[in-house]
């Protein structure tokens, strides 16, 4: 039901749509509202806070289907359900029933993660950002980098140390935005994923209360590993689903274009591309699905979901190059869809864990 509910919205709002928003380099208000109210920003949150509570093999279904209509949705979507799930795992009663359901509500239209720095990006462990306690305060100065849905999210979980160096003096906190001190800055020119805003951070001085906390005192890196295990199977999903996007249309390409007195499909050389593309996608979609029931079913996942991730976004990529290949020139133009493709899932081998921490998250699993 979930994944129909997400179809049907995708179909109908998204994919006549996705060329148009990435223009105008927004996604309008409107849609991620009508997400929210669909369940969509709250897939695997509890009903007692506004959620679907449909669980992670639900949301990895709605995240591919909603990925085929705009991967730029996909990702807004992706970060907000992973916000509201950290939250609702870690967060206190009053935390929960502030954003939580804030985000779950569309309320908040959408929840920020803030853990990556100019300087701290695969080794979030060496990040600067400290917080200082000033009373009954904290005071929080340092700078993030790469920050999905900045300019318009309505929470965001900010990491920064508290204690020593390392992994292990490092605390959660939750930020409203319009704290003072919460510094918009630089909005990223992107290749892909255009309609989605990328921002970096300022925190100059941003003071919050003793309760912005999120979960124990020099818990926050480990917090943040949990997240990304999660995060990894919606971005594992999201590049499969732009991915089937891809497929679509170099397949209905392939039918329609006339060569040599033939349609192109007829040829064995486009009918190989299209044959390994179909059973690699397929098997992305099973390593995405099996991540997504072990996280269901409260097992460890981390591994399954580095490997679903890495998999799924290193197949996908290939997949959309080779749609790309079956366009011919055409496919260079921004007359077809597969151009935005190309360039929308290649940062799935970079965000939430480039292609090499997920190998190196596998091997120390494997080795352990
Ligand atoms: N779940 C729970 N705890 C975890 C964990 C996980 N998935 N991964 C690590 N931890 C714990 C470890 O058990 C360890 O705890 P102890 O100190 O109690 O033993 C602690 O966290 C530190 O782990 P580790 O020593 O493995 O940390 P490293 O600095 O070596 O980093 C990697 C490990 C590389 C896996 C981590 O830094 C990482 O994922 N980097 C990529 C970050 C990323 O994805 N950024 C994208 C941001 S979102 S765009």
């Known amino acids: 039901m979930v994944r129909d509910t997400a179809r049907a919205f995708s179909e109908k709002t998204l994919f006549p749509n ?5 223009r105008e380099e927004k996604i309008p208000r409107e ?5 929210a109210s669909l369940g969509l920003m709250s897939v695997n949150i509890p009903a007692q806070y506004e959620g679907a509570e449909a669980g992670a093999v639900a949301y990895a279904l709605a995240m591919f289907e909603i990925a085929r209509g705009c991967a730029s949705t996909a990702v807004t ?3 907000t359900n992973m916000v509201g799930e950290v939250i609702a795992k870690f967060g206190t009663e009053p935390q929960r029933e502030r954003y939580v359901k804030g985000l779950a509500t569309g309320e908040l239209v959408a929840g920020a993660f803030a853990l990556s720095e100019p300087e701290a990006g695969s080794d979030p462990g060496s990040m600067r950002t400290v917080a200082e306690r000033k009373g009954d305060r904290w005071v929080i100065t340092g700078a993030k980098q790469w920050i999905t849905s900045a300019d318009f999210a309505g929470v965001f979980v900010v990491w920064a140390r508290t204690g020593g160096g390392g992994t292990a003096g490092i605390s959660a906190f939750l930020v409203p935005a319009q704290t003072p001190g919460l510094i918009v800055s630089k909005h990223e020119d992107k290749m892909g994923l255009r309609a989605s805003s990328t ?9 919050v209360p003793e309760d912005a906390l999120l ?3 020099n818990g926050g890196f480990k917090i943040a590993m949990m997240a990304l295990d999660g995060g990894r199977i919606g971005i594992g999903a999201q590049a499969t689903g732009i991915a089937s996007a891809a497929l679509d249309e170099g397949v209905a390409y392939a039918r329609d274009r006339k060569q040599f007195g ?15 593309s179909r059973t690699e996608l397929d098997a992305a979609r099973l390593l995405v699905l099996r991540a997504a029931s072990l996280k269901q079913a409260g097992a460890l996942f981390s591994r399954e979901a580095a490997m679903a991730k ?5 197949k996908a990529g290939i997949i959309c190059d080779r749609m790309l290949q079956v366009h011919g020139g055409y496919g260079y133009t921004k007359d077809y ?5 190309v360039r929308d899932v290649r940062v799935s081998r970079i965000y939430e864990g480039t292609s090499e921490i997920q190998r190196t998250v596998i091997a120390r699993n494997v080795l352990r």
């Open 310 to 314: 890495v998999f799924a976004t290193e």
């Open 215 to 217: 979960g124990e005192l």
């Open 262 to 276: 033939k349609s192109i499909g007829d040829f064995q050389a486009i009918q190989w591309m299209i044959a390994d």
């Open 77 to 79: 979507m992706a970060v």
């Open 18 to 22: 996705a060329a148009r928003f990435e």
């Open 199 to 207: 921002c970096a951070l300022t925190f100059d001085a941003c003071e």
């Open 31 to 35: 849609v991620l509202a009508e997400l």
């Open 337 to 341: 869809a597969i151009e935005r493709h």
